[in-house]
T-cell receptor, first 113, second 115 residues
Framework: GNSVTQMEGPVTLSEEAFLTINCTYT??????LFWYVQYPGEGLQLLLK?????DKGSNKGFEATYRKETTSFHLEKGSVQVSDSAVYFC????????????FGKGTHLIIQP | DTGVSQDPRHKITKRGQNVTFRCDPI?????LYWYRQTLGQGPEFLTY????????KSRLLSDRFSAERPKGSFSTLEIQRTEQGDSAMYLC?????????????FGPGTRLTVT
């Protein structure tokens, strides 16, 4: 079956630090990969996506590259801000069977000024 | 684009009672999904509809859970004889069936507390 593993949190960084949140996956077929973000008190928002190998998704300074050989989709940002504090979820969609997204457990990111 | 809306946002109920949640998807989206999210976990897929057809329901957690989308627009999720373990956030999402069909847009969720 499908599964997503992402690094445990909370991750605490200082403002302007470099961010990496690791995500690896197991899937049948050839999945599409996503990062969702959940700000305090708000719903899940799609942050970025990649639908095929070597694609790079990017949005709001965040990037992630679909690495089929390592089954990974790590989230990176060069300089984080306090406003980036949120919970980040890695997810995949394989399009077969149940047809829902499979999510990781989420990584809580805390940025200190 | 008014986004996905859910009602109510919070529901407190006593064990054994039935509850029903409503989801209104983005108007031009044909696919509608339900998920459950418990504390410290990612959302867990429950069921989905394409228009009014429920194409997957094997992931519903028990036969106490049911969902409908009678006219292909809004959807309802019902939990009968609620248990304390049903306490969670229930999320609805929608997506188009062509173009960016893999992009699911989520509502704010309904937080259920069973006492």
């Amino acid at each position: 079956g499908n599964s997503v593993t992402q690094m445990e949190g909370p991750v605490t960084l200082s403002e302007e630090a470099f961010l990496t949140i690791n995500c690896t996956y197991t899937a049948t077929g050839y999945p599409s990969l996503f990062w969702y973000v959940q700000y305090p008190g708000e719903g899940l928002q799609l942050l970025l996506k990649a639908t095929k190998a070597d694609d790079k998704g990017s949005n709001k300074g965040f990037e992630a590259t679909y690495r089929k050989e390592t089954t990974s989709f790590h989230l990176e940002k060069g300089s984080v801000q306090v406003s980036d504090s949120a919970v980040y979820f890695c997810a995949l969609y394989s399009g077969g069977g149940a047809d829902g997204l499979t999510f990781g457990k989420g990584t809580h990111l805390i940025i200190q000024p | 684009d008014t986004g996905v809306s859910q009602d109510p946002r919070h529901k407190i109920t006593k064990r054994g009672q039935n509850v029903t949640f409503r989801c209104d998807p983005i108007s031009e989206h044909n696919r509608l999904y339900w998920y459950r999210q418990t504390l410290g976990q990612g959302p867990e897929f429950l069921t989905y509809f394409q228009n009014e057809a429920q194409l997957e329901k094997s992931r519903l957690l028990s036969d106490r859970f049911s969902a409908e989308r009678p006219k292909g627009s809004f959807s309802t999720l019902e939990i009968q004889r609620t248990e304390q373990g049903d306490s969670a956030m229930y999320l609805c999402a929608s997506s188009p069936t062509s173009g960016r069909l893999y992009e699911q847009y989520f509502g704010p969720g309904t937080r259920l507390t069973v006492t």
